[in-house]
């Protein structure tokens, strides 16, 4: 039988390598297919996405509305803040209130961190675009005012020597009396049919179950891609977007991601989609 590749667009960070583990290691059944890792920034895999370039891929929540005519969501791999997530960040302290009217560095206009500022503020914010890992400096250096920090930035931003001005995954949780922050989730293209859909996502939800079953195992597998975090708050980052929510959405994880686009359309952010669809599994968790 030909082996048939897949092309699986991730971040290099902790949590996604923590979530691929089990298919890197060869511990995970790939069923005949061929998994080709494409490790890229979010933004940089929107963009991708947005090109139908990659089989499947992590991407923003709020990319997905410009995507969802070619991709179709997996039920699993998503990365959610409960009670916390991307924060915004200043070289001196500052009122949240203030950010209206101060110039913020983002990772990238596509990413959901940037959408729920925009939601926060009521409007686009004043920004420049700044790769997510260069966010921190650019503020120290006076580029920016104030920062809008994502991955591991979040767990390092004070010994940096930065003062937390807002973190949107607890606003957002006030918002909505406890929904998580829908920030990202993995996609399939449609083109595969349903039958490869449905594998792909079993694949993946496997790989994650093995990491959570391998903790330790894993652990070290993500420490690579950690840019400086040692070994507790690898493990700490990891715990933060990989967990239940993670497996499966669930009722409440669906819910959250369909506010989430909901308010987005509202504010003109995205297109309004009649319904989120998902790669239903006859076997669910």
């Known amino acids: 039988m030909e082996t048939r590749r897949i092309r699986v667009g991730h971040s290099p ?11 890197a290691s060869g511990a995970v059944d790939t069923r005949g297919f061929a998994v080709e890792q494409v490790l890229e920034d979010i933004e940089s895999l929107n963009r991708r996405a947005l090109a139908g370039e990659l089989e499947v891929s992590a991407v923003s929540f709020h990319a997905y509305p ?25 070289a001196r302290p500052l009122d949240a209130a203030d950010l209206a009217s101060r110039t913020v560095a983002v990772p990238g206009r596509l990413t959901s961190a940037f959408l729920a500022l925009r939601l926060f503020l009521g409007r686009e914010p004043r920004h420049t675009v700044v790769p997510f890992d260069r966010i921190p ?3 120290l250096a006076g580029e920016a005012e104030a920062g809008l920090i994502i991955h591991e930035s979040q767990l390092t931003y004070r010994e940096q020597g930065l003062h937390l001005v807002l973190d949107l995954g607890a606003w957002w949780s006030r918002r909505t009396e406890g929904l998580p922050l829908p920030l990202g989730g993995n996609v399939v293209r449609k083109d595969l049919g349903r039958a490869t859909m449905v594998t792909l996502g079993r694949i993946l939800r496997e790989s994650i179950e093995y990491g959570l079953a391998h903790r330790a195992e894993a652990l070290g597998y993500a420490e690579r891609f950690g840019r400086g975090l040692d070994r507790t708050r690898a493990d700490r980052f990891v715990g933060m977007y990989v967990n239940d929510l993670t497996r499966d959405y669930g009722a409440r994880g669906r819910r959250a991601i369909a506010r989430f686009l909901e308010e987005g359309a509202a504010s003109g952010a995205v297109p309004r989609l009649a319904a989120l669809e998902f790669v239903e599994d006859d076997v669910r968790p």
């Not at 960070?13 to 298919?23: E, K, L, V, Y």
């Not at 995507?67 to 959610?80: I, K, Q």
């Open 13 to 23: 960070d902790p949590d996604d390598a923590f979530m691929f583990h089990g298919i």
């Open 66 to 90: 410009h995507l969802a005519e070619r991709y179709a969501l997996l039920p699993c791999g998503g990365s959610m803040g409960d009670g916390y997530g991307p924060c915004v960040v200043a």
């Open 137 to 139: 400096d650019a503020v």
